[in-house]
């Protein structure tokens, strides 16, 4: 029986969410795309910016994360958003739930802007959690886990380059999370 079919019918199971959002998002790296792309132009602004400067690039930059992967997005025939899935819709409210923490983002960039690059780097990735229930796959546990580790060694191993070093193990995290998505075996429709 088809997805088609079974939607007619109304008895989705998780496991026909799953491979509908599989096969809807195209293997879903075009946000991961999109971040490395903007934290690599954060880290090679970081190197020639003072650090406060560097602080709101870094804010500013990372809010344009979400438009430049629909414009990838687009281009790899991605569905990042799909209203008829409840995965994605999960996938979505996600994101919500990760753009809450600006209300700590911006007052620690008003009282200690030092601690803003970990904050972003870590909050901004904690949706990976939930993409790896979605998926069905450690792809996005490994990504969180990874990227959580690597940003507090980078912030407390280079305190006077804490941006562009955070940067480079987003980056890094990122990268592996890429090859992993796009290599991993998925289940057939």
């Given at each position: 029986m088809s997805i088609a079919q079974i939607k007619e019918r109304n008895i989705l199971t998780l496991d026909d969410y799953r491979r509908e959002f599989e096969q809807s998002s195209n293997r879903s790296v075009s946000m991961p795309i999109a971040g490395?792309?903007?934290?690599?132009?954060?880290?090679?602004?970081?190197?020639?910016?003072?650090?406060?400067?560097?602080?709101?690039?870094?804010?500013?930059?990372?809010?344009?994360?979400?438009p430049t992967a629909l414009?990838?997005?687009?281009i790899r025939n991605e569905?990042?958003?799909?209203?008829?899935?409840?995965?994605?819709?999960?996938?979505?409210?996600?994101?919500?739930?990760?753009?809450?923490?600006?209300v700590v983002h911006i007052p620690l960039l008003l009282n200690a802007p030092e601690f803003v690059p970990l904050s972003l780097g870590v909050g901004l990735g904690l949706h990976w959690v939930v993409y790896s229930w979605i998926v069905n796959?450690?792809?996005?546990?490994?990504h969180a886990i990874l990227r959580s580790v690597l940003i507090?060694?980078?912030?407390?191993?280079f305190?006077?380059?804490?941006?562009?070093?955070?940067s480079c193990a987003i980056i890094f995290a990122y990268l592996i999370s890429i090859?992993?998505?796009?290599?991993?075996e998925l289940k057939p429709a």
């Open positions: 490395t792309i903007i934290w690599a132009v954060v880290a090679v602004l970081s190197t020639q910016l003072n650090e406060g400067t560097a602080v709101y690039i870094l804010l500013f930059a990372t809010g344009a994360i979400f414009m990838i997005a687009k569905n990042l958003v799909s209203p008829s899935n409840p995965l994605a819709k999960l996938m979505g409210l996600c994101i919500l739930m990760v753009n809450l923490l600006w796959h450690p792809v996005g546990l490994i507090v060694a980078a912030w407390y191993l305190p006077n380059d804490g941006i562009l070093a955070i090859y992993q998505m796009l290599t991993r």
